[in-house]
T-cell receptor, first 112, second 111 residues
Framework: DADVTQTPRNRITKTGKRIMLECSQTKGHDRMYWYRQDPGLGLRLIYY???????NKGEISDGYSVSRQAQAKFSLSLESAIPNQTALYFC???????????FGDGTRLSIL | ELKVEQNPLFLSMQEGKNYTIYCNYSTTSDRLYWYRQDPGKSLESLFV?????AVKQEGRLMASLDTKARLSTLHITAAVHDLSATYFCAGLVFGNEKLTFGTGTRLTIIP
C-alpha cells in the first residue's frame, strides 16, 4: 500500500460544483501539503499544515479550502469549481521542514 | 521571496551522451532538492543538497550545489532510456519552510 494515498485519482466535474480531494498517509508525518501542477509552471503550493491545529495558506490559496481531520488526513476542497482549476493535484508529507517531501500519486481534476 | 528557474525546459538527448540541467535560484536557499517525475506518476526524491560544494551521486546522476553562484546542477552521464522523465529542482528557506519548485526539465533519451 502507498504511504500517501490520494482519492479520487481522476475526476471530471462541472463548473460550480463543490469538489473534495482527500489525502491520507501512513508515514506518521506531522506536515502535509497540497500542490497543483500545471504544464510549464511546476508545482505551486496551495495550503500546508504542520499539525492538526495549524493550517497555512500557500502561494495560490484563493478558491480553495482545506481541512486537517487528523494527523493522517488532509482534505482539499474547491467550493465552487471553475475551469481554470483544471490541473493535477498532489498531496505531500514530510517529517520536518528540511527533509524531502513524499508525494501521493496525484488527482487529475478536469472542470468543464 | 525565493524564485527558482530551470533550464532547459525540454531536452532530447541520445543514449550514451552526457548533459547537464541547470537550476538557478534568486535568494539564499538553505536546502536544494532534486525530484524526478515519470509521466503520469508522482514525484520521487533524488537528492538533498545541504551546503556549498555539496555533491551527491546516484548511478548516472550527479547533483551539485554552488551557493555563491546560487546554482545547482544535475549532470547525466552516459544517458540511458530509463532516465527519461521530468526533473524538478526545489529550494527551501528556513523560517519560510515552504518548497519553491522550478518549472521542471522534461528529459527524453533517444535510442
Amino acid at each position: 500500500d502507498a504511504d500517501v494515498t490520494q482519492t479520487p485519482r481522476n475526476r471530471i466535474t462541472k463548473t460550480g460544483k463543490r469538489i473534495m480531494l482527500e489525502c491520507s498517509q501512513t508515514k506518521g508525518h506531522d506536515r502535509m501539503y497540497w500542490y497543483r501542477q500545471d504544464p510549464g509552471l511546476g508545482l505551486r503550493l496551495i495550503y500546508y499544515s504542520f499539525d492538526v491545529k495549524d493550517i497555512n495558506k500557500g502561494e495560490i490559496s484563493d478558491g480553495y479550502s482545506v481541512s486537517r481531520q487528523a494527523q493522517a488526513k488532509f482534505s482539499l476542497s474547491l467550493e465552487s469549481a471553475i475551469p481554470n482549476q483544471t490541473a493535477l493535484y498532489f498531496c505531500a508529507t514530510s517529517d520536518s521542514a528540511w527533509q524531502p517531501q513524499h508525494f501521493g500519486d496525484g488527482t487529475r481534476l478536469s472542470i468543464l | 521571496e525565493l524564485k527558482v528557474e530551470q533550464n532547459p525546459l525540454f531536452l532530447s538527448m541520445q543514449e550514451g551522451k552526457n548533459y547537464t540541467i541547470y537550476c538557478n535560484y534568486s535568494t539564499t536557499s538553505d536546502r536544494l532538492y532534486w525530484y524526478r517525475q515519470d509521466p503520469g506518476k508522482s514525484l520521487e526524491s533524488l537528492f538533498v543538497l545541504l551546503s556549498n560544494g555539496a555533491v551527491k551521486q546516484e548511478g548516472r546522476l550527479m547533483a551539485s550545489l554552488d551557493t555563491k553562484a546560487r546554482l545547482s546542477t544535475l549532470h547525466i552521464t552516459a544517458a540511458v532510456h530509463d532516465l527519461s522523465a521530468t526533473y524538478f529542482c526545489a529550494g527551501l528557506v528556513f523560517g519560510n519552510e515552504k518548497l519553491t519548485f522550478g518549472t521542471g526539465t522534461r528529459l527524453t533519451i533517444i535510442p
